[in-house]
């Protein structure tokens, strides 16, 4: 049973990537599933540490982006915005180029918190981070 209030295609979604961070990282929804996105990233010179590694903070920045925007598709919108109020994430094993694989799926989709999980992949399917990211909803007049 699909929990998306919001239906979207990933074409609609990576049309609201330019100007954000999101599109400096490189980063592009690959898939909506029936409780899941997915989204992938390049490891490369956007993204990379001095050592030549992928940086733990674009593997968060990828995170909380997906996280977000599956709360955003949980959402009566017209309503409610929701914002990230806490993030996690355990960096597991370095990749230095290629693509990084995220999948973000809810652990709680309450009214005014979700909580997220999202695994993080290189590209021969081994985890390199696992973070959780707990979002605030709030309605729109408050914000």
Same mark, same amino acid.
């Given at each position: 049973? &699909? ?28 898939? =909506? ?21 992928? %940086? ?10 997906? !996280?977000?925007?599956?709360? !955003? ?15 996690? &994430? ?12 995220? /999948?973000?799926?809810?652990? %709680?989709?309450? &009214?005014?918190? %979700?909580?997220?999980? =999202?695994?993080?992949? @290189?590209? /021969?399917? /081994? ?11 709030? @309605? /729109?007049?408050?914000?």
């Amino acid at each position: 049973m &699909a929990i998306w209030k919001n239906t979207t295609s990933v074409e609609n979604l990576n049309s609201h990537m330019p100007g954000t961070l999101g599109e400096a990282l490189g980063i592009e929804v690959t898939e =909506i599933g029936e409780d899941f996105l997915c989204a992938r990233m390049p490891v490369d010179h956007r993204t990379h540490q001095p050592y030549g590694l992928l %940086h733990g903070g674009a593997s968060v920045a990828l995170a909380e982006t997906l !996280g977000s925007i599956g709360s !955003g598709l949980c959402i009566d919108m017209n309503r409610k915005i929701c914002v990230g109020m806490e993030i996690n &994430a355990n960096h597991v094993r370095p990749v230095r180029s290629g693509y990084v694989s995220a /999948k973000a799926r809810p652990l %709680h989709l309450g &009214a005014s918190t %979700h909580i997220w999980e =999202i695994r993080i992949v @290189d590209e /021969k399917d /081994k985890l390199v981070c696992i973070s959780r990211l707990t979002v605030a909803v709030l @309605d /729109k007049k408050d914000a």
